[in-house]
């Protein structure tokens, strides 16, 4: 059965974010992520967005994808946004580098079993 197509934007903008985050990191260090502004802001904004999309799928998708941590994505997207000033770069760092694989494989099996073929 075909997602429903809010539910599906949402899910996509995940992976895609989550793609665009692992490649902007690639093979970088955590010393070499904490002196590239650019990297930083392009990363924070990657997760901030992936935490959004995530807020907005639906409960009944969340519901059937219990291996993502919803609320830890949200909750660390309203920190990023909210105590921007305060950013520990070594937990975006981990993030990216040891939770955004899994995501994006969870997330591509589940639009390619159910999202839109077009």
């Known amino acids: 059965m075909p997602l ?7 899910l996509r903008d995940m992976q895609i974010y989550s793609r665009e985050a692992l490649a902007l990191l690639g093979s970088m260090t955590l010393s070499e992520l904490e002196a590239h502004t650019m990297a930083r802001l ?10 959004e999309a ?6 009944p998708v969340q519901a059937t994808l219990p291996g993502i941590p919803w609320h830890r994505m949200y ?5 990023l946004i909210h105590d921007y ?3 520990n770069y070594e937990i975006v760092f981990r993030v990216v580098s040891e939770e ?13 079993q159910h999202g839109h073929t077009a």
Do not use: F, Q
Not at 4 to 10: F, L, Q, W, Y
Not at 42 to 51: D, K, M, P, S
Not at 54 to 59: E, M, P, Y
């Open 4 to 10: 429903d197509e809010r539910d599906e934007v949402r």
């Open 42 to 51: 392009a990363l924070t904004r990657c997760v901030e967005i992936i935490g």
């Open 54 to 59: 995530g807020h907005k799928v639906s409960a």
């Open 75 to 79: 909750n660390m997207r309203n920190r």
């Open 85 to 87: 000033g305060n950013t």
């Open 100 to 112: 955004l694989p899994g995501l994006v494989a969870i997330l591509e099996s589940y639009l390619a």
